[in-house]
């Protein structure tokens, strides 16, 4: 493994903040690492980000935990990770809405450059699903069924993207949802409790129902269509509307450049283990990864495309 510490880096973390306590590249991890994804346990993110975890303790020989900190749509995680200190101790697990959405919609208490990323590595595959037996199959059918009948809709949150573009979807193909609730978890009892009709979730939330036969697709929020159902047409096939969700590990602006270097040498070594094409072609994730200033691009593009959004945001 290459050998990635400097000079240079030893003589930059002198003049960071929080001397004392900044892990020294040399040596880093010093202490234990904590990875905070602000989601309930079990979704794609919780389970690659254990994986990342989990090598990074084998390789460097320090704890590395994976801690869940739901709640705000993501908010409570990424304020964790805003007050932490740029020494690469606190990673961040975040969606994109983390970094666009939230900012633009004024619902966070940090600012577009609290954070830098470290790498992306998640193209979630976001659906819109329904129960087996609803009477609609797609996006135009549910739009027909919807002007007769009550339909409500199961979300993540109202500042995040998948959220916004399925309001977005719901004014272009005149669809009237009855209601609408945010939750922390859509999956499979959201619908057989009978919490929502409709919910936007990923494929990771609902594999079981999937399964069995008790859940449907209408549509996946993806570039693609989904390897586990080629048969059900992408929302830009069925609206032109293209926009996709991405997860990645971010820290506290200011850390150390070797540091972020020693993560993302870390991360990317285990994404491309075999547990992990398995977990991809299970749930049709796109599991990859994007580092360096070629995130910074991504981030920056996605915030100016996310503005369009702004109009779907619902209180």
Known sequence: MKKIIKVCALAALATAPFMGSVAEASDYPNRPVKFVVPWPPGDLEDILTRMIAEDMAKETGKPATVVNKPGGAGIVGASDVARARADGLTIGSF?????????????????????????????????????????????????????????????????????????????????????????????????????????????????????????????????SRLSIAPDVPT????????QTTWNGLFVKKGTPEAVKQRIAEIAEKALSSDRVKELSATTGAGIYWIGGKFAEEVVANDYEASKSLLDYMKE
């Open 95 to 223: 969606v994109i809405d983390i970094l666009t959405t939230h900012l633009l919609s004024g619902n966070a208490p940090y600012d577009k450059d609290t954070f830098e990323p470290v790498g992306i590595f998640l193209d979630y595959p976001f659906v819109l699903a329904t129960k087996a037996d609803s009477k609609y199959n797609n996006i135009e059918e549910l739009a027909e069924y919807s002007q007769t009948h009550d339909v409500s809709l199961g979300h993540f949150g109202y500042q995040a993207l998948p959220t916004a573009i399925t309001f977005k979807v719901a004014a272009q193909e005149g669809i009237k949802f009855s209601s609408n609730a945010a939750f922390d978890s859509n999956d499979c009892s959201t619908l057989s409790n009978g919490d929502a009709d409709v919910i936007n979730t990923t494929t990771q939330q609902i594999l079981a129902c999937l399964k069995s036969g008790d859940v449907k697709l209408l549509a996946s929020l993806t570039r």
């Open 235 to 242: 929302l830009n096939e069925q609206t032109g509307i293209s």
